[in-house]
């Protein structure tokens, strides 16, 4: 007689730019001893890649070449390594010109088929968190825990802004706060996989809120479910 397969513990955590999706999640999976897969960082690399090739973001038919042939792989065992056919990406795919047109190029069917196989892929891997925009709504449907993080525009902004001065970047918050309404329209309005909450998703605002209090809030929500 078949023995039930035991369910794997999928997290997925949906959210706009800056929400602090990334640094949750990261923080959630060390909590519950979870693999962590950052899609952002995985759309970001293709992105880069597609600007190191001198191809136009807004040429989608080569963008998604691009994407279909890439080999994007998220090393788990050290800080996050980001690899992109294997060249380490982790620190040149978050610069402003990156982030300008990762919504552009993550609109085209053709890259989001391309993540979805490889997001997929790292999910099969074991227990995972995943961020991201389309999670629980496209990527893992099934997953045993969907949310849904979001804050208010300045707030997610001013985020963006410390995280890139902090970096060392030289940017200017005003035009922070420009690209993020872009992105904001771009990630809303597309027509493929558009950014929306699931259906049974748990809406969370991050608004006021630490790292360390909304990871204990999913970390709860996880308790609770009894998973």
């Not at 788990?76 to 919504?103: F, K, L, M, Y």
């Not at 997953?143 to 997610?156: G, N, V």
């Not at 809303?188 to 748990?202: H, N």
Request: proline fraction near 2%.
């Amino acid at each position: 007689m078949k023995q039930k397969q035991q369910q794997v513990l999928q997290i997925a955590i949906d959210g706009p730019a800056g929400a602090g999706k990334s640094t949750v999640a990261k923080l959630v999976a060390k909590q519950l001893n979870l693999f962590y897969v950052d899609t952002g960082a995985m759309y970001r690399a293709i992105t880069y890649k597609v600007l190191i090739n001198q191809v136009q973001f807004e040429d989608e038919l080569n963008v998604s070449q691009i994407a279909k042939t890439a080999e994007v792989v998220l090393d788990h065992t050290d800080e996050g390594t980001v690899w992109c056919d294997g060249e380490n990406v982790t620190q040149v795919i978050r610069s402003p010109e990156i982030s300008r047109a990762v919504s552009t190029v993550a609109a085209y069917a053709g890259v989001r088929e391309r993540l979805v196989e490889l997001q997929r892929r790292e999910a099969e891997r074991g227990g995972v968190v995943m961020d991201g925009r389309d999670i629980g709504t496209h990527v893992l449907p099934e997953a045993s825990l969907k949310i849904f993080l979001t804050a208010s525009q300045q707030e997610r902004a001013n985020r963006r802004w410390r995280e890139l001065v902090k970096a060392g970047k030289n940017v200017v918050f005003e035009e922070v706060a420009q690209d993020m309404r872009k992105r904001d329209r771009q990630d809303t309005e597309r027509e493929v996989s558009p950014l929306e909450p699931a259906q049974d998703a748990v809406i969370l605002d991050t608004t006021g809120l630490s790292v360390e209090e909304t990871a204990a809030k999913i970390v709860a929500l996880t308790q609770e479910a009894g998973r």
